[in-house]
C-alpha cells in the first residue's frame, strides 16, 4: 500500500501544469482575436450565400478554405462568427453568474444565522433539481432567439455552485482568528468584509470564473442545439454544430470543424482554469 | 439512521409542491396559448377548446383543479396531442429514458471507480497519466459533440453500431447512447474517486492500520474505499442531474422515442399538462437521486447522521 | 556521561536488546538535507526510552522509518534490528507479520488516528483477529478486556462506538488498547500526550508506566516534554535536525546535560519562576482596566430540525482588573476560558452580566465610540498563523491598526513607528516583506505581539499565545510578552493551560471548571497550597523536568477516567472529586473569600483550609 503525504499527491502531469497553463492561455488568445477580427477581416459575411459553391469541402477552393455549406455560406466566416457570438455569452453569462453568486454567497456567510439557513435552503432546492430544463422550459417560452433573455436564462444557472463555494469560504474566514484579530482591532463589519473577507475570496472567484466560462458556453450551445438558442442566419457554435450533425452522413466538415473549435476552446478554459486553481486557491491545496 | 431518512424523505414533498406550483404559474405567464400558436383556429373552435378543457376559468380555480387531479393520479390529457394523456405519454416514453439513464449510470460507476482507484495505487503509471488526459478530454466535451462524433466513427465509418433509432429488445440500439452520456460521468467519478482515494491514504488513519499490521487488502478495502468513496456519492446527486438534462441532448442525437422530445415541443407547443408532467417526472427524479446519495452519504459516514439538518 | 554511550555488545546484553538500531538515514527526494541523519539507537526489555526533541528533529520519521510507515519515496538506508532480525528491506508482508504483533504504536491525535467509520470494538478486534487466529466472538471479548484494562469507564458500551462518540482522553485510552491489544514486546509512543489536556497527560503517561511495568515491554516515549520524560523514560536520547546529539540514562543526562542545545532545551521546559517584573501600578481610585460581573455565555445549537438547546459556556464569572495588573485563567479545555476572553472583549455575545472597559460600559456606547475604545484593548491568539491575514505581509499587517485608529499619520510616520515595532519584538527587516505562511510559528506570533502593542493598548488579552509554539520560541515570546506589557504599563490578561505558565507571568490566578470560577488567588500561595481539589490535580498533574520527583508523582496520579456527569446540578467538579458528599450533588458550591485575597468555591474547603493557611 503506498502511503503518500500531501506534498506527494500531485502527479507528473499536474507538475507539468504550468507549461500547459501557457500554452491554454495561449490558445484562448489567439480564439479570442478570431473572435474579434476574424468575421470583418474575410471578405464573406456569415450570412452571404454563394450559389456557385455550394457544399464544398476543405481545401477544395482557395476562395473558401475551409468550405461552405449546403447554402453556399463560407463555413470559415460563419465558424468565427459562431466563435464570437459563444464567445459573448459564454463571458456575459459567467459576469451574470458571478454578480449572483458572489453576493448570494459572501450575504449568506457574513451574516450566517436564520438569513444564511434560509439563502442555502434556496440554493439546495434550486440545486436538487435539473435546473437547466427549467431554464430550458424558459427558452421555449419567453426567449426563442432572444439574447438578453438566453444570457440571464443561462447566467442563472451558474450561480448555485459560486453562491456556495463563497458561501462556504466566507464562513471558514469568518471562523478564522485574522477576522476575529481585525473586529478586536476595531474594524467595522464593512471594513472587515472590504480588507480581509473579500481579498482572500478574489482567488477562488478568480478560478471559479475561468471553470464558469466554458461551462456557460456549453449551456448555451446547448440550447442552440436544441433550436432554443440563436436563431439562422445568426450562428453560435452550438447551432452550427446542430447543423453539421444533421448534414453528417453528405458533409462531415461541417460537423468537424465547429466541434473542433469548440473542443480546443472548452479545453483551453478547463485547463487554464485547474491551472489557476492550483496556483491561486490556497484552500484546494 | 432510520430516522434520518424519513426526515430527508418528508423533506422532498413541499420542495416538489413548491416546484410545481411556480411552473404551473411561469407557464401560463408565457405568452400564446395551447391552442394560439401557430395553428390557425377559428376563434369559436379556440373558445369552445379553452372552455373544453378549464382555461377560461380564473387561474387560481385552474390550479386548485390541477392539484385535485394530481392528488388522483391524473395528470390531465395533452392540449398538443390530442387522442393522448400526459400519463400515456410518460408511460411509453420514460421505459427508454430510464433505460438510457440506468445502463449510463452503471457504465460511469462501473468504468469510473476501478479506474479511479487503479489510478491512485499506480499513481503516475501509464493508467494514471492516460486517466488525466481522458477526462480533460471528455469533460471538455458536450454529449451534442461526442454524440455525433461517435456516431460518425463507430455507425458511418465503422458500421459496428446502429447510428439512431430504436426497436424494443435491442440492446445493441442502446450502446452509443449509453457511451456517450457516460463518457464525462466516468471520467469525472474516476478523477474524484483517484483525488479523494489519495487522500485518504494519506490520513493517518491509514497509517494506524498499517501500524497495526492488517495487510495491503484489508487496508485498503476496510479502512480506505469507504470514506474514500464519500466524494464520489455526494457526486452522484449532481450526475443525476446531469443525467437527465443529457439524456435530452442524447435522445434527440440518436432519435430516441423517450420522454426528453416531449419536454422541448411542450413548451414550444404551450401545452401546460404535458410540460407540467414532465417537470413532475424529471423534479421527482432528481430529488430522489439527491436523496439516494446523502442516504449513502450517510451511511458510509456515521458522523453525517448525527447532524442536525 | 553525556557523551553518545554504545550499547554494550556483550551476550547478555545482546539477548535483552529488543531493538537495534543503526546508522539509520531518511531521506526525501528533492530535500538537500538528510531527515534522518545516522542516527543509532537501542531498546532493551523492560526499557523506555525517552526520544525528545523540536519539532522537525527527526523523532517520529527515525522510528516510522524503522517499521517501513515512511511515505512512499522516502530513500532509507541502515541497520534496524529486532531482536536478531534485520527489519529494513523486509517485504510489506513480512512487516504485517512485525507491526501490530510484535511492535504496537500509539500516534499523536487520536481523532485522526482512528478510522472514522468503524466501531472502536471493530477496530480493536482486528488486529487481534489477524494475529492471533481467534474467532470473531474470541476477539471482540478480548477486546472489551482490553479496554477495561485502559481504563476505560464503559467497555461495552465503548465498543459499539465511533471514535467521534468519545472524548479525546477515552480515544487515547483505545488507540493504547489496540496497540496493546497482541501483547507486544514493544511499544512506540509517539507525542502520545500531546493533543491532551494537562490531567490527561499525567493519567496516559501513568496509565503507559504501569503496562511498561507489567508486560516487561520496551518502550519508546517520543516527546517535546521533558516533564514526560523525567516521569516514566528509564533513557534519554536528544534529537536535533537529524540526528542523536545526546543520549544517556534520564537522571544524568537531566541533571548534568553536556550539549548546550540540551542545556537550552531543558531551561525553556523547566526554568522556575522569577520575581514578577515590576510593572507601572495604576493611579489609586482609577477605574479599572477591566471588570467582568456575573458573565453568562450560552451557546446555541441546532438539536433537531426546529428544536433549538444551548449549552452554558461560562457562568457567572466575576473578575476586575486593575491597571498593570495581570492575571492568569488557567483550566483544561471546554472550561471557558478562551469564551471568556472573545465575551470580555464582546467579540461574542453575554447572555447574562456586564463587562466595563476603563469604567465605562460599551453596551451603552455606540458602535463606532465601541470601535475607538478596542484601541486600548488588544488580543493575542492562540494559532500565530491563523491570526494573520495570509495574503497581507509583515509590515501591512502591524501597520493596520495605525491605518485605523491613528489616521492623521502620513505614511512615512506609520512606516517608521511599524519598523520601530517590529525591531523591538525582534523581526529583522529582511522579514517585513513576507506574507505569514513564510514565517516560523514563533515569527508569526512576533507579528501577533507587534500588532497588538503598536497602539499601546492598556489591556493586553492573551488567548493560549503559546500552546503552539516549539519549547525554545515558547521562552522566547514568554519573555517578550512579560517585557513588552511592564514596559508599556499594560494590564495583562493570560489565559492557559499550563499552570506553570501562569506562574511565570501573573500575579493572580482564576481557575475555571466547565464555565464556573472554582478558586482565584494570588499565583504563589495558590501554588502553594490549593484550596479547591481541583486545583490541586492541576498543580500535580504538572509534569516537571525532574528525574527525581516525577517518577513518583506519576505515581500517585489516579488512572481511571471520570464517568461523565449523568445529572446537572451540584458543583460540576464531584464527580472527580474524592472528596464529595451527599451536599456536592445537591447544591452549587458559593464563591466565598478565603482571606489573603484568596477566593474557592467548594463545600469542603475549610476542612482543609484551616490547617494549611495557617500552616
Redesign the interface.
Known sequence: ??????A??M????RRRPRAMVLAAALIAVLVLLALFGPEASPYSYSALDWAHLSIPPGLTAEHWLGTDSLGRDLYVRTVYGLRLSLIIGVLATAVSVLIGVAWGTLAGWVGGRLDAWMMRVVD?L????????V???A???G?GNLAVLLLAIGAVGWLTLARVVRAQTLSLKR???I?????????GP?VLW??VL??LAGSIAVYATLMV?QMI?YE??LS????GVEPPRASL?SL??A??RQ??TA?WL?LVP?GV??VL??SF??LGDGLRDVLD?TRR | MLGYALRRIAGIVPVLLILLTVSFFVIRLAPGGPFASGRALPARTRAELERLYGLNRPLLVQYGDYLRALAHGNLGPSYSMRDETVAGLIASGLPVSAALGLAALALAVLSGVPLGVRAALRRDGALDRSLAVFAALTLALPSFVTGPLLALAFGLWLRWLPVAGWQPDTPRDLILPAVTLALPLSASIARLMRASLLEVLGASYIRTARARGLGRARVLWRHALRPALVPVVSYLGPAATYLVTGSLVVETVFELPGTGRYLVQGAIDRDYTLVMGMVLVYGTLTLLANLAADLIHAWLDPRVRHEPL | MSSIQPDGECGAEQRERLLGIEELRVRFPGAGRAAVDGVSLSVRRGECLGVVGESGAGKSLTFLAALGLLPEGAEVSGRVRLGPQEVLGLSERALDRIRGRRVGVIFQDPMSSLTPHLTIGAQLAEPIARHSGLGRRAARARAQALLERVQLPDAARSMRQYPHELSGGMRQRAMIAIALACEPELLIADEPTTALDVTLQAQILALLAQFKREQRMGLVLITHDFGAVAGVADRLAVMRAGEVIESGPVAAVLKHPGEPYTRELLRAAGEPPAAQPPRAAGADGAAPVLSVEGLEVRFRYAAGLFRRRSWRALEAVTLTLGAGQSLGVVGESGCGKTTLTRAALRLIRAERGQVLWLGQNPAQLSARRIRRLRRDLQLIFQDPLGSLDPHLSVEQLVSEPLEIHQSGLSAAQRRERVHAMLARVGLEAALYARRAHELSGGQCQRVGIARAMILAPRLLVCDEPLSALDVRAQRQIRLLLAELSAEQGASLLFVSHDLALVRHLCERALVLYLGRMVELGPTDALFARPLHPYTRELIEAIALPDPDLQPARLAKVRLGEPRRLEQPGGCAFRMRCAHATAVCAERIPPWVSAGQGRWVACHHFSDWADDMLSG
Open positions: 500500500m503506498p502511503g503518500s503525504t500531501r506527494c499527491v502527479n507528473r502531469s499536474e432546492v440545486y436538487a433539481l435539473p435546473y437547466l430544463f427549467i430550458l422550459i424558459l421555449a417560452l419567453f426563442r478564522r482568528e485574522f476575529e484579530a481585525a473586529r478586536a482591532a476595531g474594524l467595522s471594513q480588507r480581509h481579498p482572500n466554458p456549453v450551445s446547448f442545439f436544441l433550436g432554443l452550438g454544430i446542430n453539421g450533425a453528417m452522413l462531415p460537423l466541434a469548440l473542443i472548452l479545453l478547463n485547463i490556497p
